[in-house]
């Protein structure tokens, strides 16, 4: 079945490390999307790539880093300078942009310990 | 910006009850989406609904774009039908800018 694998599930970050968040697609979509959500908020854009080797930052990139080297995986970078990581990641992916067959992976839920 | 905004934010019913959640848009929108967050955080599509309106199962939505808004209706509510319901409007700028609303958190009791 097509769709979109995050992993890992869940993921421990000690203070001034980095960590790297994984999105795999099988769906053959062109378009992928890191979002952000925190407790009791809505999503907000980190990073977009709509073609292969090719990516935007959203409203909140800082402290974030991104690379899509294959159409299928657009993996995530918590870098140490986001000051504040702990929070629900999710990936999403569509063809062509826009809404219609917008779909998510499962997320990843990142604490700072 | 276009400011996408939902209501109520918070809602508990008891199982069998029927309710309808809101999402308003300040701006015109390309397509609009309704999304359900489980409680497990997985975001499933629920309708693609530009305009007009859609009906699956129990649940049923409306949008009218001449008036900026949207409407998801829930009948005979289940506590399976518990999360969080998002409103999502696509922008067309210079890529397809999706926009989410806040969320409506819904909770179904026995």
């Known amino acids: 079945d097509g769709g979109i694998t995050q992993s890992p599930k869940y993921l421990f970050r000690k203070e001034g490390q980095n960590v790297t968040l994984s999105c795999e697609q099988n769906?053959?979509?062109?378009?992928m999307y890191w979002y952000r959500q925190d407790p009791g908020q809505g999503l907000r854009l980190i990073y977009y790539s709509q073609i292969v080797n090719d990516f935007q930052k959203g409203d909140i990139a800082e402290g974030y880093s991104v690379s899509r080297e294959k159409k299928e995986s657009f993996p995530l970078t918590v870098t140490s300078a986001q000051k504040n990581p702990t929070a629900f990641y999710l990936c999403?992916?569509?063809?062509?942009?826009?809404?219609?067959?917008?779909?998510f992976g499962s997320g990843t839920r990142l604490t700072v310990v | 910006g276009i400011q996408v905004e939902q209501s109520p934010p918070d809602l508990i019913l008891q199982e069998g009850a029927n309710s309808t959640l809101r999402c308003n848009f300040s701006d015109s929108v390309n397509n609009l989406q309704w999304f359900h967050q489980n409680p497990w955080g997985q975001l499933i599509n629920l309708f693609y609904?530009?305009?007009g309106t859609k009906q699956n199962g129990r649940l049923s939505a409306t949008t009218v774009a001449t008036e900026r808004y949207s409407l998801l209706y829930i009948s005979s509510s289940q506590t399976t039908d518990s999360g969080v319901y998002f409103c999502?409007?696509?922008?067309?700028?210079?890529?397809?800018?999706?926009?989410f609303g806040p969320g409506t958190s819904l909770s179904v009791i026995p």
């Open positions: 999403a992916s569509v063809t062509g942009g826009g809404l219609y067959g917008y779909t």
């Open positions: 999502a409007v696509e922008l067309r700028t210079s890529y397809d800018k999706v926009i």
């Open positions: 609904i530009p305009s």
């Open positions: 769906l053959n979509h062109d378009a």
